[in-house]
C-alpha cells in the first residue's frame, strides 16, 4: 500500500472517530506484557514495520504514544518520524480535538517536535508533566532551544500554567527561561534579528519607535495593537517594505486555549521591553503612553489571574496577604544599591497612600547588591530570596505571575491617571515625605539593629585603630562613578555618568588640611587613588565588606557623591551631601541636605544648558548615554575642581551642626525647573548657582 494513502484511512460509517482508538489503547493496556516479550523476538524489527504499514494513522499515533508512555523507550520514534512524520499536518485538528493530547501531553509534545512541528507543540508546554524518573517534559523543552529561541515569546505566554512545584526542581532550562525573562532578556530573537538589520540592512540603530516596532517585533497582531495603542503611523512604510522582501510573520497558534489572555501577556512584555528602549534611545517623552498602555493590559490579565497553590497559598498566608493584593517587585529591585534606593522612596509611596497592594520582594541571593541594607526592608517589604527562605517552587510560580502582579520601577501611575517616569514620582513623593517630617525610616531600622547587635560597631572601631584615626576624628566618605568598576568603556554608553580623579584631589586636600579624613568607596577595580596622608582607599583594600560600606556612611559626616545608585545610601540615611558631577535625565531622590553641583551641558553652538533646558522634554532625555548626547549635538563636561570645592565647603558647614556660615540659596531657582520636585529636596550649591547664574536662571 502507497505511503501516500495510508493515512487517509477513516472510521468505518456509523461509528466513532475513536472507536478503533480507544479499542487499541485497551488492548495496549492488557497485552503490553505480550509487546514485552515481542521486542524480544528476531523478528521484532519486522513486525514493527507491518504493524506501521498496515494501520491508519490514527492508531500508529495512539500505538507510539502509549508505548513511550510506559516504556519511556524510543523503540518506535524512527518509525513514526518515517510513518506518521509526512502526515501530521493534516491531522493536527484530530490530536488537538481528541483526548490524547489532554492525557499523554508530554509524549505528543515530543513528536511533534521530533517531527519538526515546533509551533504547533506549544499549546502542549501548560499541560507538560514533570513527574516520572525521565520525564519527556525536559526533553520536549531542551528540543525547542528555549533560551533565546525565537518561539521563547509563546512559551512566555503559558508559562503560569506550569506545575512550578516539579518544574522548578527538575527542568535547569525553565529556571534559565525565566531568570532571563526577570532580566529582560525575553527578546533575544528579535535582539539578534534587529542588531542583522543594522549590519546587513544599513537600519539605523536608533530608529524612532514607529519604525523600531515593525522592525524589531515578528508578529503581526502584536504590531498593529502595539501601532494602534500608541498612535504611531507606519509613515516611512516599514512594514509594506518588509512585506516585499518576503518577511515571515509568526502568530499565536489559533487554537492555543486562551489565546487572548497569551497575546495580553506577549503584549505586556513588549511594553516592558518599550520601557527600556525608548528611554535609552533618546524618547523618553513615550516613557508615561508606553507604561499607561502596559497597566491597561495588565488590569485586562488580573482578571485572568491564576489560583495559587496550596504551597503559595501557605506563603501568603505567612505575610497576611492574599494573591490578588500583592505588588510584585521583580529582582530588579534588589541587584542594584541604586534600586534599594528606589525601594526605600516607593515604599514612603505607600505610607502616604500613592499605591495600595502588599508589596513582595523577589531576589536571587547571588545577586543582591548588598545584603546588609536590602535585609533593612524585610519588617516593611517581606523578600523571598530563591535558595534561602522559600522553595523553588514557590519562587517560580511566583516569577512566572509576572504579567499579573509585576510593579515596574521604570514608571509610576497616580491614582488619576497620570503617568511618569518613576523618577519624576519618586522625587515628588521624596519631597512631600521629607516636607511632612516624616524622617528616616531604613535609618531608624539600623539604629535600631545596632544597639540590639555591636558586632559590627566593633568591626568599625578596629578598622579606625588600623587605619589610624583617632578616637575623635571624623571623616567624609567620597563616591566617584568610573567607568573601569563597571565594566564601560569610557566614552560610551552610560560611562557619561562617570567622573575622573583629577578635580577632586584638591577637595580631598582641603579636608584633610580640616582635619578630617575621606574614604573612598566603589567597587574593587576603581582606578587607584594618589598616596595622600589621611585618606583611606577603602574601596581597594582588603577591608572591604559588605557591611561596612554600610556602616561608614551611617558614620560619616558628610557624603561627596554623584548620579550612581550608591548615593541612595545616603539619602536613606539622611546623611549631609555634595553632590557634584551630576547629570539625569529623571527626577532625583536627595534629600533636604544635599547641595549639587551639575556636570556642564553645552550645545554645538557653545550656548551652556539651563535648569529649564536640563529638565524639559526637549533635551533632557538625550542625556541617558555618550551616543543620544552626540545624536543631540550636545557636549557635556565635568564639575571643575572649585566647584567640587566650593560645594562641599557649603556641606560641611551644613553639617558642622552650628548655624550655617554659608547660606542657602533661596526658592528662586525653583522657578526655572520645569519638572515639580525634580531635584527632590536639594538644592543647587550657592557657589555653582552663583557661577553660572546667567546661564542657569535663563528662562528664554
Known sequence: MPLDTISTEGPPVGSSPFRDLTLAERAFGRHYPLLRLLARLPGRHFLRNLAFTVLPFRARFWLTVQFRHFFQHPGLDRHFVFFCGPFLGRYLPWIFNSSVWERYPNEVAFYLLLAGYRKEALPLFRRLKWDGEHPIAELALHGTGVVGDGYSMDMLTQIHYLDWQQAAERSPAMRTFVRLMLEHRNFQYEERAFRGRVEFDHVPRDVPAEQFIPYFFRDREVIARLMQELGLVDSTGVLREL?????????????????????????????????????????????????????????????????????????????????????????????????????????????????????????????????????????????????????????????????????????????????????????????????????????DIYDARMQADDRTEVLYQALRRKWGLAPGDWFVCLHMRDAEARGETLGTGESIRSATIGNYLETVRYITQQGGWVIRMGGRKAPPLPDMPRVVDYARSEDQVAEMDIHL??????????????????????????????????????????????????????????????????WRWTFPTYETVKAAGLTVGESSADEILETTREVLDLSSGAPPVIPPVDDAWEKCVNIQGFFGNSRPSRYFLDKYAASLLDRS
Open 553 to 618: 556612611m551611617r558614620r560619616a559626616r558628610m557624603f561627596i557623591g554623584t548620579t550612581s545608585g550608591f548615593a541612595y545610601v545616603a539619602s536613606s540615611f539622611g546623611i549631609p551631601t555634595a553632590m557634584v558631577n551630576a547629570l539625569s535625565s529623571v527626577g532625583l531622590l536627595w534629600s533636604k541636605d544635599t547641595r549639587f553641583s551639575l556636570k556642564p551641558v553645552h550645545t554645538r553652538e557653545g550656548r551652556m544648558l539651563s535648569l529649564s533646558d536640563v529638565t524639559s522634554e526637549t
Open 243 to 443: 512585506d516585499e522582501s518576503g518577511q515571515y510573520w509568526e502568530s499565536l497558534p489559533a487554537h492555543l486555549p486562551d489565546r487572548g489572555v497569551c497575546l495580553d501577556i506577549y503584549l505586556f512584555y513588549a511594553y516592558r521591553e518599550l520601557l527600556l528602549r525608548t528611554y535609552h534611545n533618546g524618547e523618553g517623552d513615550k516613557v508615561p503612553l508606553v507604561y499607561r498602555r502596559g497597566l491597561d493590559t495588565q488590569r485586562r490579565l488580573r482578571r485572568h489571574l491564576p489560583k495559587p497553590s496550596a504551597e503559595l497559598k501557605r506563603v501568603l498566608d505567612g505575610v497576611g496577604a492574599e494573591l490578588g493584593d500583592v505588588r510584585l517587585l521583580s529582582p530588579d529591585w534588589s541587584a542594584l544599591i541604586g534600586h534599594n534606593g528606589h525601594l526605600n522612596v516607593h515604599l514612603m509611596m505607600r505610607s502616604m497612600g500613592w499605591w495600595k497592594g502588599q508589596p513582595l520582594l523577589l531576589a536571587y541571593k547571588d545577586r543582591i547588591a548588598n545584603k546588609p541594607f536590602l535585609s533593612l526592608f524585610s519588617e516593611i517589604c517581606p523578600t523571598l530570596t530563591l535558595g534561602e527562605n522559600v522553595s523553588p517552587g514557590v519562587w517560580y510560580e511566583l516569577a512566572s505571575l509576572t504579567p499579573f502582579l509585576g510593579d515596574s520601577h521604570q514608571a509610576f501611575q497616580f491614582e488619576d491617571g497620570r503617568t511618569m517616569y518613576w523618577n519624576d514620582a519618586g522625587a515628588m513623593a521624596l519631597q512631600q515625605w521629607e516636607r511632612a517630617g516624616k524622617g528616616f525610616p531604613l535609618r
